[in-house]
């Protein structure tokens, strides 16, 4: 197999059509299907189930696609490499989840700029993506929320933590109150986004919020919120219910009709740096920075180091 049949390959099982994966690629789709099936002649296995409507996955096309995904970024990664060691730099890939890319937007800004002879290139992920591109090697180091306790495969240092608090519609009677007691939310309805991407953070914010557990109904749940923070708070605006959201960022986000306040008791969700095990020199240097970063007053991160965090220390 060659990269270009790989390359095609991801495109029809990302787009589900011969059709649309053809016009990404630029190529016509009677190009296209043969290339697909010479590369399952070459497999001796089908890659897709074909339909009228769409294409499917087989299960040897599932068993490809994360092969895949980790070939092409890893040539990706030794071009980019290439061109970086020819003009005396080192560069790193960072993977950043949702939402705390809003945190670390000044330290981000600056590492696309590049640092000390290295030269990193940040992308936003959801949560899950992130980890797994640091564990398939897509990623050098990753940014995430809260994980999950079956997420501790890979070294990580906390950053510190991120106060959130409740926002609601104008209007609301939380609004009149500096603090709003989470007892007083029993009976409200909170807008999440998808849980499997975040489930540390989804949980504990959901625990939270309700501690006596989450009535049937009381937790809405919309695919849209996934890749837009913003949607979570036009659905807030529109009478959806109440979310939570990161005090010191929401009035900033733009979107009228929605305010924040802070809760009582605090909701705080640590940020970690995670790596693969060795740390190389550049990894550890970057980790570095992203720790310092964290105690700059102009992030809305608590350092760790104030909170009683744990982690490893890996400066240089």
Known sequence: MDLRQLRYFLAVAEEGRFSRAAKRLHITAPSLSQQIQALERELRAPLFERTPQRVELTLAGQALVERARVVLAEVERARADVRAAAAGRQRLTLRVANMADLVLDAPLRSLGLGIDGLEVSVSSSRGDDALDAVRQGRADAAVVWSRAPGDRD???????????????????????????????????????????????????????????????????????????????????????????????????????????????????????????????????????????????????????????????????
Do not use: C, Y
Request: charged share 20%; aromatic share 4%.
């Open 154 to 316: 890979l070294d990580g240092v906390v950053l510190g933590s991120v106060l959130f608090g409740v926002v609601v519609p104008l209007g609301h009677r939380a609004a009149d109150s500096a603090r709003v007691p989470v007892a007083a939310l029993a009976h409200e309805v909170l807008v999440m986004f998808p849980r499997g991407p975040f489930t540390g953070i989804w949980d504990r914010t959901v625990d939270h919020f309700f501690p006596g557990g989450a009535r049937a109904g009381q937790v809405v749940v919309e695919p849209n919120l996934l890749k837009s923070p913003e949607a979570v708070l036009r659905a807030v605006a529109a009478g959806v219910g109440m979310a939570a959201g990161i005090l010191g960022i929401v009035d900033g986000m733009g979107i009228d009709g929605v305010m924040a306040r802070r809760l009582e008791p605090d909701l705080r969700l640590e940020l970690e740096a995670v790596w693969r095990a060795p740390a190389g020199r550049s990894v550890r240097r970057l980790v570095d920075f992203l720790v310092r970063s964290a105690r700059d007053p102009g992030t809305a991160i608590e350092a760790a180091e104030h909170l009683g965090g744990t982690g490893t220390s890996i400066t240089v």
